[in-house]
């Protein structure tokens, strides 16, 4: 993409109530444009950052059979009151139509997801089935301070399974428990899982995915020698304390952001709809429900918040909207510049004939300095310069978003090469 023929979204200052150094960020770089508190727009580079994660997520769920669809975000009343979420849950946006009907607006769908199980799901031969989506959710949170890690409008991927036994069940939810690792392995984070309560869900167990951030609003205690993670405010063990699980150091403390969870929700919900399926023998049973959430603009904002430095964002190679920022600099000399420009439009062609993602800053107008310090709040993992100089050393430079190692590489093929290996560590 060319950015003089791009929408130039970049702004010199965030919203002065705008307190998180994800929204901060995203705001000045371009990607996020505020609407009010807790609901922001998702401008072109935007949409490029979050239909990366969405595709992390999306391949994830299908390799472990999940089944894509789109359910609606505006819900009828009936199935929230039949469950009693509807005076129960207080995030639920309810809305009232100009003939007084009601309505709900989607903050988790297990209200909209059970009752189509439910028609098309008829005997054992239809289990197991997992559904999941990627799109909107509504809630009506109090406190919207954390920029896009806690919208009133949010997105959010959210998988329900559907099970015969509990054995069956205990196997899937082990594999979304490893397909999220992954998720979050690929989006260039860590992640523990904590074993938590199921709060109004149910009373059996749940995982929080817990990223350590200064950004976050849960404070755990974790081992850093294996997998041992539990939230303070439920933990039998607290900080400095040796750890229960492999005893091999002690707990530390930290700040962490629930980046997603996953339940059992047992056969509560098919037990409201009435939802039975025909087993093996002809008995009618309720089958066992999960579910699981990952908000994806909370993981995008999650990624801001620990790859930044001074001066901007640092994205992780598989989440960048580009895989390298091509920065042709002007100069004094017009017919010297007017080369330059020739072969860095070369350059830009030949890139992306490698198979890269090029944003190509060819705006002369504007003077290097803003220029290169609006490369370096972009984020792209690479930046490559062409200029009077570098075309007299016959090779291009080459800067690492993270490391700012610059390098000078003679050829297309070569800074290729190095991208993709970059990519790849
Ligand atoms: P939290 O405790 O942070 O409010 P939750 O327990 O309400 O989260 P769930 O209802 O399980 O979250 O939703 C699934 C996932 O959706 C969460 O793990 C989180 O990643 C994301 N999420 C939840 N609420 C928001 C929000 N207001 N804004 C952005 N993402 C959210
Ligand atoms: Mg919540």
Redesign the pocket.
């Known amino acids: 993409m060319k950015q003089s023929s791009q929408l130039r979204t970049t702004q010199k200052f965030a919203p002065k109530d705008e307190v998180s150094k994800n929204a901060q960020l995203l705001i000045r770089a371009g990607y996020v444009h505020k609407e009010m508190a807790?609901v922001y727009s998702y401008l072109p580079l935007g949409v490029r950052v979050l239909s990366n994660i969405e595709n992390i997520i999306r391949e994830e769920m299908d390799a472990i059979g999940g089944q894509e669809l789109r359910m609606a975000t505006l819900h009828p009343s009936e199935p929230w009151k039949q469950t009693g979420a509807w005076d129960s849950v207080d995030?639920l946006f309810k809305i009232q139509s100009r003939t007084e009907k009601e309505y709900a607006l989607g903050?988790?769908e297990e209200e909209i997801v059970v009752p189509i199980a439910q028609k098309f799901v008829q005997s054992y031969k239809d289990l197991p089935v997992a559904l999941y989506q990627i799109g909107q959710?509504y809630?009506d949170?109090l406190r919207?301070k954390?920029g896009?890690?806690?919208?009133?409008e949010?997105?959010?991927k959210?998988m329900y399974s559907f099970h015969e036994t509990q054995e069956d069940f205990d196997a899937f939810f082990e594999r979304v428990k490893e397909a999220y690792f992954k998720i979050y392995t690929r989006c260039g984070l860590q992640a523990k899982a904590t074993e938590a309560s199921g709060?109004s869900f149910s009373e059996k167990i749940s995982y929080?995915?817990m990223v350590i951030t200064d950004a976050g609003?849960?404070d755990i205690v974790y081992c850093d020698q294996c997998d041992y993670c539990a939230n303070v405010e439920v933990a039998q063990n607290k900080e400095g304390d040796s750890c229960p699980k492999c005893n091999n150091s002690n707990l530390k403390k930290a700040k962490a952001?629930?980046?997603?969870?996953v339940?059992d929700l047992g056969q509560k919900y098919p037990k409201a709809f009435n939802f039975t399926y025909q087993d093996k023998e002809g008995i009618e049973k309720h089958p066992i429900v999960g579910?699981y959430?990952?908000?994806?603009?909370?993981?995008m904002?999650t990624i801001v918040e620990v790859f930044a430095d001074e001066s901007g964002i640092i994205w992780p190679a598989e989440i960048a909207p580009y895989d390298l920022h091509l920065v042709v600099l002007g100069n004094k000399d017009k017919e010297k510049e007017s080369l330059v420009k020739e072969k860095a439009d070369e350059m830009y062609i030949a890139l992306q004939q490698e198979g890269l993602e090029v944003l190509y800053d060819d705006r002369m107008e504007l003077s290097t300095g803003v220029r290169l310090t609006e490369s370096e709040l972009l984020g792209m993992p690479y930046r490559l310069i062409i200029s009077e100089k570098t075309l007299e050393k016959g090779a291009f430079e080459l800067t690492n978003r993270a490391s700012k190692e610059t390098e000078y590489v003679p050829t297309v093929q070569l800074i290729a090469g190095k991208i993709f290996k970059g990519s790849r560590n």
């Open positions: 807790g995030v903050q988790s959710k809630r949170e919207a954390s896009i890690m806690r919208g009133r949010f997105g959010m959210d709060g929080e995915f609003e849960d952001v629930e980046a997603g969870n339940f579910c959430g990952m908000g994806t603009t909370r993981l904002g």
